[in-house]
Each structure stands twice: as structure tokens, then as C-alpha cells.
């Protein structure tokens, strides 16, 4: 997947040292998500796919890790 002019952006929880990650914004409902390193915004991203990011994600809010 070409992430070339996505819009990147990070969690409102983020802390201020840049230890966080970043989500690809505005992609179409269904398509992989992409994942990068805030520091490393060059650097390679993930990709997960809808279903597997939305797992994770509702793992998280219940507070599973």
C-alpha cells in the first residue's frame, strides 16, 4: 500500500517525548490500516487489516493487556 501524501495522525494520549504511534487518517472504511513510528516517520509502517486493528482496538478499551 502506497502511503504517500496520507495524513498521519497520533492518539490525544500521546505523551510529549514522541513514544507513540501514528494511524493513517482518512482511509476508506474496510481498507488496511497503516501504522508508523512518530519517530521514525520515514521509516517502514505496518499494515493490519480492518478487522484485526478493530480486535485491538476493543481489546484495548476493555482493558485486556
Known amino acids: 500500500m502506497n502511503v504517500t501524501g496520507v495524513n498521519w ?3 490525544t494520549y ?3 517525548q514522541g513514544e507513540c504511534l501514528e494511524i493513517a487518517a482518512g482511509l476508506p472504511p474496510c481498507s488496511p490500516v497503516p501504522i508508523r513510528d ?4 520515514d521509516g517502514p509502517h ?6 484485526a486493528w478493530a480486535a ?3 481489546a ?3 482493558d485486556r493487556f
Open 14 to 16: 500521546s505523551g510529549g
Open 38 to 41: 512518530s519517530k521514525r516517520p
Open 9 to 11: 495522525r497520533k492518539s
Open 60 to 62: 484495548v478499551r476493555a
Open 46 to 51: 505496518l499494515l493490519f487489516s480492518a478487522p
Open 56 to 58: 485491538f482496538l476493543a
